[in-house]
Protein backbone atom coordinates (compact mmCIF):
# COMPACT_ATOMS: atom_id res chain seq x y z
CA UNK A 1 0.00 0.00 0.00
CA UNK A 2 1.44 3.40 -0.75
CA UNK A 3 2.71 5.83 1.51
CA UNK A 4 0.46 8.65 2.60
CA UNK A 5 3.16 10.88 2.12
CA UNK A 6 3.90 9.79 -1.90
CA UNK A 7 2.19 12.10 -4.20
CA UNK A 8 -0.81 11.18 -5.27
CA UNK A 9 -1.41 10.05 -8.78
CA UNK A 10 -4.07 10.05 -11.73
CA UNK A 11 -4.93 6.14 -12.46
CA UNK A 12 -3.86 6.55 -15.95
CA UNK A 13 -0.54 7.77 -15.10
CA UNK A 14 0.23 4.59 -12.68
CA UNK A 15 2.49 1.97 -14.48
CA UNK A 16 0.79 -1.50 -12.39
CA UNK A 17 3.61 -3.72 -14.07
CA UNK A 18 6.23 -1.68 -13.27
CA UNK A 19 5.19 -1.40 -8.94
CA UNK A 20 4.62 -5.03 -9.48
CA UNK A 21 8.26 -5.31 -10.66
CA UNK A 22 9.75 -3.13 -8.01
CA UNK A 23 7.70 -5.26 -5.16
CA UNK A 24 8.85 -8.38 -5.96
CA UNK A 25 12.61 -7.02 -6.06
CA UNK A 26 11.94 -5.84 -2.33
CA UNK A 27 10.59 -9.03 -1.74
CA UNK A 28 14.18 -9.96 -1.16
CA UNK A 29 15.38 -9.11 2.30
CA UNK A 30 18.18 -10.95 4.93
CA UNK A 31 14.95 -13.01 6.23
CA UNK A 32 14.78 -14.61 2.93
CA UNK A 33 17.66 -14.28 0.57
CA UNK A 34 16.75 -16.69 -2.12
CA UNK A 35 12.94 -17.19 -3.27
CA UNK A 36 11.28 -18.91 -5.47
CA UNK A 37 7.84 -17.87 -7.41
CA UNK A 38 5.48 -18.90 -5.32
CA UNK A 39 7.68 -17.43 -2.30
CA UNK A 40 7.77 -14.22 -4.42
CA UNK A 41 4.19 -13.98 -5.24
CA UNK A 42 3.39 -13.77 -1.45
CA UNK A 43 5.65 -11.59 0.02
CA UNK A 44 4.68 -9.08 -3.25
CA UNK A 45 0.98 -9.66 -2.87
CA UNK A 46 1.05 -10.67 -6.36
CA UNK A 47 0.11 -14.50 -8.31
CA UNK A 48 2.61 -16.98 -8.64
CA UNK A 49 1.84 -16.63 -12.74
CA UNK A 50 3.29 -12.90 -12.21
CA UNK A 51 5.74 -13.52 -9.79
CA UNK A 52 7.15 -16.12 -12.07
CA UNK A 53 7.46 -13.35 -14.99
CA UNK A 54 8.97 -10.84 -12.87
CA UNK A 55 11.65 -12.47 -11.58
CA UNK A 56 12.46 -14.36 -15.43
CA UNK A 57 12.83 -10.30 -16.52
CA UNK A 58 14.63 -9.19 -13.81
CA UNK A 59 17.03 -12.09 -14.39
CA UNK A 60 17.31 -11.44 -17.97
CA UNK A 61 18.18 -7.43 -17.29
CA UNK A 62 21.17 -8.70 -14.48
CA UNK A 63 19.30 -7.56 -11.19
CA UNK A 64 18.86 -11.19 -10.35
CA UNK A 65 20.46 -14.43 -10.41
CA UNK A 66 19.15 -17.51 -11.00
CA UNK A 67 19.75 -21.51 -10.21
CA UNK A 68 16.49 -22.33 -12.30
CA UNK A 69 14.39 -22.59 -9.20
CA UNK A 70 15.25 -19.89 -7.14
CA UNK A 71 16.54 -16.41 -7.73
CA UNK A 72 18.49 -14.28 -5.63
CA UNK A 73 19.91 -10.60 -5.99
CA UNK A 74 22.47 -9.98 -8.30
CA UNK A 75 25.75 -7.51 -7.81
CA UNK A 76 23.92 -4.86 -10.37
CA UNK A 77 21.70 -4.32 -7.49
CA UNK A 78 24.46 -2.10 -6.00
CA UNK A 79 24.13 0.58 -8.78
CA UNK A 80 20.81 1.77 -7.79
CA UNK A 81 21.57 1.96 -4.23
CA UNK A 82 25.24 3.73 -5.28
CA UNK A 83 23.52 6.44 -7.27
CA UNK A 84 21.15 7.25 -4.21
CA UNK A 85 24.49 7.72 -2.28
CA UNK A 86 26.25 9.42 -4.78
CA UNK A 87 23.34 12.13 -5.54
CA UNK A 88 21.41 12.12 -2.14
CA UNK A 89 22.31 15.02 -0.02
CA UNK A 90 21.21 13.92 3.17
CA UNK A 91 23.83 11.24 3.68
CA UNK A 92 26.64 13.57 2.28
CA UNK A 93 25.72 16.05 4.84
CA UNK A 94 25.47 13.92 8.03
CA UNK A 95 28.79 11.38 7.14
CA UNK A 96 30.90 13.83 8.75
CA UNK A 97 29.06 13.96 12.16
CA UNK A 98 28.83 10.07 11.92
CA UNK A 99 32.92 10.01 11.49
CA UNK A 100 33.60 12.35 14.52
CA UNK A 101 31.04 10.84 16.70
CA UNK A 102 32.48 7.38 15.92
CA UNK A 103 36.04 8.11 16.37
CA UNK A 104 34.90 10.25 19.62
CA UNK A 105 33.15 7.02 21.41
CA UNK A 106 34.14 4.13 19.71
CA UNK A 107 30.40 3.36 19.11
CA UNK A 108 28.85 3.08 15.78
CA UNK A 109 26.31 5.79 14.87
CA UNK A 110 23.76 5.78 11.62
CA UNK A 111 21.08 8.25 9.83
CA UNK A 112 18.19 6.66 9.49
CA UNK A 113 14.98 7.60 7.66
CA UNK A 114 11.22 6.05 7.31
CA UNK A 115 9.96 3.97 4.64
CA UNK A 116 6.61 2.56 4.89
CA UNK A 117 6.94 -0.07 8.09
CA UNK A 118 10.21 0.22 7.92
CA UNK A 119 13.20 2.85 8.46
CA UNK A 120 16.23 2.80 6.72
CA UNK A 121 19.97 3.32 7.28
CA UNK A 122 21.15 6.09 5.11
CA UNK A 123 24.76 6.65 6.12
CA UNK A 124 26.50 4.85 9.13
CA UNK A 125 29.81 5.36 10.95
CA UNK A 126 31.87 2.58 13.08
CA UNK A 127 35.13 2.16 14.78
CA UNK A 128 35.89 -1.40 13.88
CA UNK A 129 35.81 -3.99 16.86
CA UNK A 130 35.68 -7.34 16.30
CA UNK A 131 34.22 -8.55 19.29
CA UNK A 132 31.32 -6.66 18.78
CA UNK A 133 28.95 -8.37 16.99
CA UNK A 134 25.22 -5.98 16.55
CA UNK A 135 22.30 -7.10 15.10
CA UNK A 136 21.51 -10.94 13.80
CA UNK A 137 22.30 -9.91 9.98
CA UNK A 138 24.41 -6.87 11.20
CA UNK A 139 23.81 -3.35 10.43
CA UNK A 140 24.95 -1.53 7.35
CA UNK A 141 23.90 0.93 4.40
CA UNK A 142 20.21 -0.24 3.65
CA UNK A 143 19.41 -2.05 6.37
CA UNK A 144 15.98 -2.27 6.24
CA UNK A 145 14.32 -2.56 10.70
CA UNK A 146 11.10 -2.58 11.90
CA UNK A 147 9.84 1.01 12.47
CA UNK A 148 7.79 0.10 15.42
CA UNK A 149 10.65 -1.87 17.57
CA UNK A 150 13.54 0.39 17.08
CA UNK A 151 14.76 3.75 18.25
CA UNK A 152 14.89 5.37 15.07
CA UNK A 153 11.34 4.47 13.83
CA UNK A 154 9.79 5.37 17.37
CA UNK A 155 11.33 9.01 17.31
CA UNK A 156 10.28 9.24 13.12
CA UNK A 157 6.72 7.79 14.39
CA UNK A 158 6.54 10.27 16.92
CA UNK A 159 7.05 13.04 15.01
CA UNK A 160 4.31 12.44 12.49
CA UNK A 161 0.68 14.39 12.94
CA UNK A 162 -2.13 12.27 14.79
CA UNK A 163 -3.93 11.68 11.81
CA UNK A 164 -0.80 10.51 9.96
CA UNK A 165 0.26 8.12 12.94
CA UNK A 166 -3.08 6.69 12.85
CA UNK A 167 -3.10 6.14 9.11
CA UNK A 168 0.08 4.28 9.90
CA UNK A 169 -1.33 2.19 12.76
CA UNK A 170 -4.24 0.97 10.88
CA UNK A 171 -2.07 0.04 7.39
CA UNK A 172 0.73 -1.59 9.50
CA UNK A 173 0.86 -4.36 11.75
CA UNK A 174 3.30 -4.60 15.10
CA UNK A 175 4.85 -8.04 15.02
CA UNK A 176 6.32 -9.10 18.15
CA UNK A 177 10.55 -9.87 17.57
CA UNK A 178 10.98 -10.11 21.35
CA UNK A 179 9.56 -11.12 24.62
CA UNK A 180 9.98 -6.87 25.17
CA UNK A 181 8.64 -5.66 21.86
CA UNK A 182 5.57 -3.21 22.36
CA UNK A 183 2.86 -4.42 20.17
CA UNK A 184 -0.19 -3.27 21.60
CA UNK A 185 -1.32 -0.18 19.56
CA UNK A 186 -2.23 2.16 23.05
CA UNK A 187 0.43 0.82 24.04
CA UNK A 188 2.55 2.07 21.32
CA UNK A 189 0.92 5.60 21.37
CA UNK A 190 2.09 6.22 25.29
CA UNK A 191 5.53 4.96 24.40
CA UNK A 192 5.44 7.66 20.87
CA UNK A 193 4.00 10.22 23.99
CA UNK A 194 7.06 9.74 25.49
CA UNK A 195 9.49 10.18 23.15
CA UNK A 196 7.41 13.12 22.16
CA UNK A 197 7.90 14.40 25.61
CA UNK A 198 11.57 13.69 26.16
CA UNK A 199 12.63 14.49 22.23
CA UNK A 200 14.39 11.06 22.12
CA UNK A 201 14.24 7.20 22.45
CA UNK A 202 15.76 4.34 24.15
CA UNK A 203 14.74 1.02 22.94
CA UNK A 204 16.31 -2.06 24.87
CA UNK A 205 15.92 -5.30 23.60
CA UNK A 206 12.56 -4.78 21.44
CA UNK A 207 14.12 -5.77 18.51
CA UNK A 208 17.05 -8.19 19.33
CA UNK A 209 17.70 -9.39 22.84
CA UNK A 210 21.01 -7.85 24.51
CA UNK A 211 20.89 -5.27 21.85
CA UNK A 212 19.77 -1.05 23.20
CA UNK A 213 19.87 1.88 20.76
CA UNK A 214 19.29 5.51 21.45
CA UNK A 215 17.99 8.35 19.03
CA UNK A 216 17.17 11.47 18.45
CA UNK A 217 15.29 13.59 15.83
CA UNK A 218 17.33 15.44 12.96
CA UNK A 219 15.35 18.35 11.94
CA UNK A 220 15.67 21.21 9.19
CA UNK A 221 15.30 24.93 10.06
CA UNK A 222 11.58 24.70 9.62
CA UNK A 223 11.38 22.45 12.33
CA UNK A 224 10.56 19.18 10.05
CA UNK A 225 11.75 15.90 11.47
CA UNK A 226 13.24 14.38 8.10
CA UNK A 227 15.02 11.52 9.85
CA UNK A 228 16.64 10.19 12.81
CA UNK A 229 20.88 10.10 14.50
CA UNK A 230 21.35 6.80 16.75
CA UNK A 231 23.76 4.86 18.05
CA UNK A 232 23.43 1.09 18.42
CA UNK A 233 25.51 -1.08 20.98
CA UNK A 234 24.95 -4.14 23.16
CA UNK A 235 23.65 -3.98 27.13
CA UNK A 236 27.14 -5.60 27.83
CA UNK A 237 29.33 -3.00 26.37
CA UNK A 238 27.62 0.24 28.22
CA UNK A 239 24.39 0.70 30.30
CA UNK A 240 21.41 2.42 29.60
CA UNK A 241 22.32 5.14 32.06
CA UNK A 242 25.55 5.52 30.57
CA UNK A 243 24.02 5.80 26.90
CA UNK A 244 21.39 8.65 28.53
CA UNK A 245 24.39 10.59 30.61
CA UNK A 246 27.22 10.45 28.16
CA UNK A 247 25.79 9.96 24.70
CA UNK A 248 22.33 11.77 24.51
CA UNK A 249 24.35 15.02 24.64
CA UNK A 250 26.11 14.12 22.14
CA UNK A 251 24.00 13.24 19.79
CA UNK A 252 21.66 16.37 20.55
CA UNK A 253 24.68 18.34 19.58
CA UNK A 254 25.48 16.38 16.66
CA UNK A 255 21.89 17.20 15.41
CA UNK A 256 21.72 20.86 16.40
CA UNK A 257 25.15 21.06 14.17
CA UNK A 258 23.36 19.42 10.98
CA UNK A 259 20.18 21.27 11.27
CA UNK A 260 21.40 24.50 9.37
CA UNK A 261 22.64 22.17 6.84
CA UNK A 262 19.38 20.46 6.08
Not at 80 to 87: H, M, P, Q, R, T
Not at 98 to 124: D, F, K, M, N, W
Not at 138 to 145: A, E, S
Request: aromatic letters at 4%; proline letters at 5%; charged letters at 20%.
Amino acid sequence: MPSANLPAIAAADYIAGLAKGLAVLESFDTERQRLNATMAAERAGITRAAARRHLLTLAHLGYLETDGSHYWLAPKVLGLSGAYLASARLPRIVQPVLHRLAAQTGLPYSCVVREGREVVIVARSAVPDPGERLMAHGLHLGTRLPAHATSTGRVLLAALAPAQLDEWLQTYDLPRLTAHTVTDIAALKAVLDEVRKLDYCLAQEEHELAIQALAVPLRDMQGNTVAALNVVTSSRRITAASLEKDILPLLQEGARTLRPLI
